[in-house]
């Protein structure tokens, strides 16, 4: 299955989020390109669409590979095995760390003065992403949805690698996918359009 776009993955990944119409959902995607996955899953559940501002700490030298990340409220994730097998130094980390968490701030002041937060306590969480590579940043972003007071998490995405499924739904009450193919070379190649999105963007379907 390739999808058309992010769009196209969200009303195809909302087919199989219908069971949580009944239990007063709010649909949270991750900045940038979730969100607009996320937008198509908020409008078929009649649920409102909020975000949750994450960051990925990546190899300093590999960005692209997580080895860790930040989200909202000082959540913190670090996968030691992979700090110690890429030999990253305690510096290195606070680094990467001190970049990531002004860009997080950054994010989340933008979107929070044009979108008041929506609560979470006593509600089910979705939480959305247009994919999946190593996990970390939809670890966090779970993390935070408890956090706030969600009594259910679902963590939905269009695809991801099957190796994660299982450390995932630890985090999780429900792990929801389209495609967990063996071999995921790159999310984006998953998609006919995978145009990058800006803040602009997100704030525009956050207010449609």
Not at 52 to 61: Q, S
Not at 72 to 88: F, S, W, Y
Request: proline residues 6%; aromatic residues 4%; charged residues 30%.
């Amino acid at each position: 299955m390739r999808f058309a776009d992010r769009a196209d993955a969200g009303r195809r990944l909302a087919v199989l989020l219908e069971s949580e119409r009944g239990e007063n959902p709010v649909v949270l995607g991750l900045p940038r390109g979730g969100v607009a996955v996320a937008h198509e899953v908020a409008r078929a559940l009649d649920a409102p669409l909020d975000v949750i501002v994450v960051r990925k700490l990546g190899v300093p030298w590999l960005p692209e590979f997580a080895m860790g990340a930040l989200g909202e409220g000082g959540t913190r994730i670090l996968d030691e095995e992979t700090v110690e097998l890429a030999r990253v130094t305690p510096e290195q980390i606070a680094e990467v760390e001190r970049a990531e968490s002004a860009e997080l701030a950054r994010r989340s002041k933008r979107y929070r003065a044009a979108h008041e937060r929506v609560p979470l306590e006593g509600r089910c969480a979705i939480v959305v992403d247009d994919g999946i590579a190593t996990g970390a940043t939809a670890r966090a972003a779970c993390a935070v949805a408890a956090r706030q007071g969600a009594v259910r998490v679902v963590l939905a995405v269009p695809v991801l690698p099957p190796d994660v499924i299982d450390p995932l739904s630890e985090v999780a009450d429900r792990v929801v996918w389209l495609e967990a193919p063996v071999r995921l070379d790159a999310v984006g190649s998953w998609y006919r359009d995978f145009e990058q999105l800006t803040d602009d963007d997100v704030l525009r379907l956050l207010s449609s």
